[in-house]
């Protein structure tokens, strides 16, 4: 005797699909995704990346050497709000795999080799603290002594509200750093990603050579849902976009991730006096970073690091610290 059984099973959760697409809502497999550089193959959406995975695909295969790694933030304000300002930054830190919202370091993009700063939204969204500041200066430094473009990937909500007045100081150091920079003439190209607003969106991230921004991404100081419920008023169509940007003038161009490499090369190239990636140095050219305007720039940059690291919180604290080990590692597998 044969006895067949079926098994109906009701209310079960539905087949969740390996990626969505957040405007388009397709499914795709996660790897097709992936090669598609984490672009939406059905829409075009542009996705968020992690700074490690910016940096992959950016930069030249093992070119990424990264610097300052052992800056880390302190606590000065005391700040507590549902948990400590310390506890919220183990709760990144095990997140991301960073130590910071910010990775810097030396790198070369389509042959050309800059100093490269990329934020990661997904540390504590991406919010611009001492640390940030700090390292953003120190790629400009670096820039300025060695006669080198700074290439900087923007992704941010803005200052950190748990350093206070701190988080908001960075806006004028990073903006005091782009002028080191433009006094050494090096180039500063910026990225703007999705999304890039507030402190860093007002600061240094609108001082560059060359602005650009990726297809969709999100660049505003104030939401325009505050906009519109402050005014009173309907936004116009796409208000805060990359495009609408580059409408207004406030970007250079909008570059697709999958031309991004590329374009960033012929920036720094067109920037650096239009030469080859594979030319070689001529007999007449000068070493980078012995010219007499970056070595004044550096010397100059030292002398305001030196006294801006000074001890300016009550009892002596600092709202960053450089810990002791290395200052440069090579980039995780």
């Not at 100081?169 to 903006?175: I, P, R, V, Y």
């Not at 602005?211 to 505050?226: D, H, K, N, S």
């Not at 008023?233 to 991004?260: I, M, T, Y």
């Not at 709202?319 to 980039?331: D, I, L, M, N, Q």
Request: net charge negative; with cysteine.
């Amino acid at each position: 005797m044969n006895v067949t059984v079926e098994i109906e099973r009701r209310n079960s959760d539905p087949v969740k699909p390996e990626w969505e697409c957040l405007k388009c809502h397709a499914h795709a497999k996660l790897a097709e995704v992936r090669d598609n550089l984490m672009v939406c193959p059905r829409c075009g959406f542009h996705a968020r990346l992690s700074a490690r995975e910016r940096i992959r695909q950016l930069v030249d295969d093992d070119s990424f050497r990264e610097l300052w790694v052992n800056i880390r933030t302190l606590d000065p304000l005391g700040f507590v709000d549902l948990e400590t300002y310390p506890e919220r930054v183990r709760e990144a830190q095990a997140k991301t795999g960073l130590n910071e919202a910010i990775v810097t370091g030396l790198a070369s993009i389509d042959g050309s080799p800059c100093v490269l700063a990329v934020m990661d939204f997904g540390f504590m969204g991406g919010s611009m603290g001492s640390v940030v500041g700090e390292k953003l200066w120190r790629t400009a430094e670096l820039a300025a002594g060695e006669d080198l473009p700074l290439v900087a990937v923007c992704s941010s909500g803005g200052a950190r509200m748990q350093e206070g007045i701190l988080s908001l100081m960075q806006m004028a150091k990073t903006s005091c750093a782009v002028d080191l920079i433009n006094e050494a003439t090096a180039p500063f190209v910026a990225v703007l990603v999705d999304p890039c607003t507030g402190g860093v969106v007002a600061s240094f991230a609108s001082l560059a050579d060359i602005c650009i921004a990726e297809p969709g991404a999100q660049l505003y100081f104030t939401g325009p849902r505050v906009i519109a419920e402050t005014t009173h008023e309907e936004l116009p169509k796409g208000f805060g976009s990359a495009e609408r940007n580059l409408e207004l003038g406030h970007l250079d161009a909008v570059v697709e991730r999958k031309d991004l490499r590329v374009k960033v090369g012929n920036y720094l190239r067109l920037l650096g006096g239009g030469e080859e990636p594979e030319r070689p140095e001529s007999a007449g050219q000068r070493d980078r970073g012995t010219g007499g305007v970056a070595k004044t720039t550096l010397e100059r940059a030292r002398a305001l690091a030196a006294y801006a690291r000074r001890p300016f919180v009550g009892r002596g604290r600092e709202a960053s610290v450089e810990t002791e080990g290395p200052s440069a590692r090579e980039p995780e597998a």
